[in-house]
């Protein structure tokens, strides 16, 4: 099957629904099938664009989700009209109910122990018949060839199918890269969803979400941390944006002409 994309600056972007998207990660993880996805945000595309190994491991990733609401409408303007968002933390609660419902056991990867432990709890509370085959917090520093070795058997002969990977972009995506083929599950990178999930960090309301606002929502919570991550990617995307729509439309012109 050749899974859909389209193409926003330069990554191409899953165009399937949601529900369309889990199915294909749930089929994958019930063969224990080696695979990446990407769950791609603006700061994530704008970054590809400079670090040009980001770049090649969105290039080949099985999956880009676009989360993020400017990811949606390019997509939609490039005419995948009922594109809808896919987001980390629908991702996560979906394939988690699907996981449960096939007896498929998942494994958390990241972020901090009092942080999985929360996730544990909350994950059984909420899907009581999924199957938590383990946690792992890694060192916060570069991984050791011992490490990563030893993280591999850790998840291969705990079954899981599924893993969640919360490492922040983009050392989460070369993490996994670098894993592809070697650890037996379908490798998602979720970011800061964790956090989320566990309360640490308050969930934007449904209407500023779809309203494409999340952005300062987050910003108004974390303004230090986050002010030059937004001032360097969003002016960046909006202006690439642009030139590919420009491009496709001096194109389109020109077929006229011709």
Same mark, same amino acid.
């Given at each position: 099957?050749?899974?859909?994309?389209?193409?926003?600056?330069?990554?191409? *972007?899953?165009?399937?629904?949601?529900?369309?998207?889990?199915?294909?990660?749930?089929?994958?993880?019930?063969?224990?099938?080696?695979?990446?996805?990407?769950? !791609?945000?603006?700061?994530?595309?704008?970054?590809?664009?400079?670090?040009?190994?980001?770049?090649?491991?969105?290039?080949? !990733?099985?999956? #880009?989700?676009?989360?993020?609401?400017?990811?949606?409408?390019?997509?939609?303007?490039?005419? @995948?009209?009922?594109?809808?968002? #896919?987001?980390?933390?629908? @991702?996560?609660?979906?394939?988690?109910?699907?996981?449960?419902?096939?007896?498929?056991?998942?494994?958390?990867?990241?972020?901090?122990?009092?942080?999985? %432990?929360?996730?544990?709890?909350?994950?059984?509370?909420?899907?009581?018949?999924?199957? @938590?085959?383990?946690?792992?917090?890694?060192?916060?520093?570069?991984?050791?060839?011992?490490?990563?070795?030893?993280?591999?058997?850790?998840?291969?002969?705990?079954?899981?199918?599924?893993?969640?990977?919360?490492?922040?972009?983009?050392?989460?995506?070369?993490?996994?890269?670098?894993?592809?083929?070697?650890?037996?599950?379908?490798?998602?990178?979720?970011?800061? *969803?964790?956090?989320?999930?566990?309360?640490?960090?308050?969930? !934007?309301?449904?209407?500023?979400?779809?309203?494409?606002?999340?952005?300062?929502?987050?910003?108004?919570?974390?303004?230090?941390?986050?002010? @030059?991550?937004?001032?360097? %990617?969003?002016?960046?995307? #909006?202006?690439?944006?642009?030139?590919?729509?420009? !491009?496709?439309?001096?194109?389109?012109?020109?077929?006229?002409?011709?």
């Amino acid at each position: 099957m050749k899974i859909p994309t389209a193409e926003v600056i330069g990554i191409p *972007v899953t165009a399937l629904s949601l529900k369309e998207q889990v199915d294909l990660m749930i089929n994958w993880a019930q063969q224990r099938s080696s695979r990446i996805v990407c769950v !791609a945000n603006v700061h994530m595309l704008v970054e590809s664009h400079w670090n040009s190994h980001l770049h090649k491991i969105l290039q080949e !990733a099985d999956l #880009v989700t676009p989360d993020g609401m400017p990811l949606v409408w390019m997509m939609r303007v490039l005419g @995948i009209k009922t594109q809808e968002r #896919v987001a980390g933390m629908d @991702i996560l609660l979906a394939s988690c109910q699907q996981a449960s419902n096939h007896k498929i056991p998942v494994y958390l990867f990241g972020s901090t122990q009092e942080v999985l %432990t929360c996730m544990k709890n909350r994950l059984e509370s909420d899907f009581p018949n999924l199957k @938590i085959a383990g946690l792992e917090s890694p060192p916060f520093r570069p991984f050791t060839e011992m490490e990563i070795s030893e993280s591999i058997e850790r998840i291969n002969s705990s079954g899981a199918g599924l893993l969640f990977v919360s490492l922040g972009c983009p050392k989460q995506e070369l993490w996994m890269a670098n894993q592809l083929g070697k650890i037996q599950a379908v490798m998602i990178g979720l970011g800061g *969803v964790f956090p989320v999930y566990t309360g640490d960090k308050r969930y !934007a309301p449904q209407w500023i979400r779809d309203s494409g606002l999340e952005w300062l929502y987050r910003l108004l919570q974390e303004p230090k941390r986050l002010f @030059i991550r937004y001032f360097t %990617t969003i002016p960046p995307f #909006v202006w690439l944006a642009l030139r590919q729509l420009k !491009a496709k439309y001096t194109k389109r012109q020109a077929l006229k002409l011709d």
